[in-house]
């Protein structure tokens, strides 16, 4: 848990240092502010309206405990839920032949979970629970909080990036260029890869985390490892046409929903899918 956590805390730190780096470079400290702003006026707005945009688009249907048809479902997230000392969240369905799940909202007390009815029809009751739980994981660790504030500072970083393209970066007093162009003209493009470098590293170090959490809350690590190999192996020979539409939306899945794009590297929002169950299954030996 520690070891997550810390490489979280360590990632974020590198993405502020390079907002730095590059702000004082490029920007100065007026382009800094200015883009910094700019980011984060953006990134309260989907801190605090996404979830409702991302379940729209993926025509979702919340479901009650009235609801017949998916009251295992239901009850199935309450009882985890109650384990793992949260509210009750949303619950929804998407109507989506691809085996996947994800996790939104702004805090605990606006959390929503969603499964595809492919993920139902694929895992077993046992399996699935293992899946929600990593969902409420994601919700108990204010992994949204997280991605919100690594995706403005990247946001803000990209902004100097393009500010400093347009305008030639910031200069001092006496008119002279803050930095020599050749490292400037470096700096402006390498500069939002390594952005996003870090924030792709932040997304699977929550992963991780989030594959811990919910093996805890369902006391079932097994469970989730086997869930895992399932939907990885699923996901990719059936194709999600609202995921391969927003791409941006991936990373907020328990599985990379996209065809066909499941590359292990760094450019990865998810860990490997064989040292995520690698990892569960050290931990099954503690329950």
């Not at 945009?53 to 479902?73: C, D, H, P, S, W």
């Not at 009882?79 to 702004?106: D, H």
């Not at 792709?200 to 811990?212: G, K």
Request: proline share 4%.
């Amino acid at each position: 848990m520690l070891g997550n956590w810390f490489k979280t805390t360590i990632l974020m730190a590198a993405i502020v240092a390079l907002f730095g780096l590059v702000g004082a470079a490029l920007g100065g400290a007026g382009g800094m502010l200015i883009a910094l702003m700019i980011a984060a006026a953006m990134n309260v707005y989907a801190y605090w309206f996404s979830d409702k945009a991302v379940l729209k688009m993926y025509g979702a249907e919340e479901i009650t405990a009235e609801n017949v048809q998916f009251r295992n479902y239901y009850q199935m997230v309450r009882s985890l839920a109650e384990n793992a000392q949260l509210p009750m969240p949303k619950v929804y369905v998407i109507n989506e032949t691809q085996p996947n799940a994800f996790a939104t909202g702004r805090n605990p007390e606006h959390a929503a979970v969603a499964a595809t009815l492919g993920i139902m029809q694929i895992l077993s009751e046992r399996e699935l629970r293992g899946v929600m739980a990593h969902e409420l994981a994601h919700v108990k660790n204010r992994d949204t909080l997280i991605s919100t504030i690594s995706a403005t500072v990247a946001g803000a970083i990209a902004s100097i990036a393009q500010f400093g393209m347009l305008f030639g970066g910031g200069h001092h007093e006496n008119g002279e260029r803050n930095v020599n162009p050749v490292i400037g003209i470096l700096v402006m493009l390498l500069a939002p890869l390594a952005a996003s470098l870090i924030q792709m590293a932040i997304s699977r170090s929550r992963e991780f985390e989030a594959d811990r959490g919910g093996a805890e809350i369902c006391r079932d690590p097994q469970a989730l490892a086997s869930a895992l190999e399932k939907i990885n192996n699923y996901a990719h020979q059936i194709p999600n046409e609202t995921a391969e539409a927003h791409p941006e939306t991936a990373q907020m899945m328990i599985i990379n929903p996209l065809s066909g794009r499941s590359f292990d590297s760094l450019f990865s929002t998810h860990p490997r899918t064989e040292e995520r169950i690698a990892k569960l299954m050290q931990l099954a030996n503690l329950y």
